[in-house]
């Protein structure tokens, strides 16, 4: 059986704890810090004056040939640390440098619309 698609959520929506632990998401990021070491990325977003970070944890998607700065989208799950923080580990870790990430953010936002009217019908 394949693992859910993953729904798209805003860094930070994941980075505030908005996102269900365990389920499937994607979201994106530059990639500011890579730890080779611990098999662990940090990828960065800003959202107006506040700056967000999310942890991923690379070990399934190694060996990864990380390109500090560059966009990235993430596809995998939600883990909750017993520190109090959370890690997404990451089974998709995509370069995305280049895209426009206005229309990326307004794509999310569409689909979400989207699938409310869907829900709201049926």
């Not at 800003?46 to 500090?68: C, M, R, Y």
């Amino acid at each position: 059986m394949l693992p859910k698609p993953g729904i798209y959520y805003f860094p930070w929506e994941v980075s505030t704890g908005q996102v269900p632990d365990g389920g499937a998401l994607r979201t994106f990021g530059r990639l500011c810090l890579y730890d080779i070491t611990q098999s662990r990325v940090t990828l960065m977003a800003q959202h107006g004056s506040d700056q967000h970070q999310i942890i991923i944890s690379t070990q399934w998607v190694e060996p990864f040939e990380a390109q500090v700065g560059s966009l990235y989208i993430v596809l995998g799950e939600l883990e909750r640390q017993k520190g109090g923080g959370s890690v997404v580990k990451a089974r998709v870790l995509t370069c995305v440098e280049g895209v426009n990430l206005p229309l990326l953010e307004q794509a999310i936002k569409e689909q979400r619309m989207y699938e409310r009217e869907r829900a709201s019908n049926q």
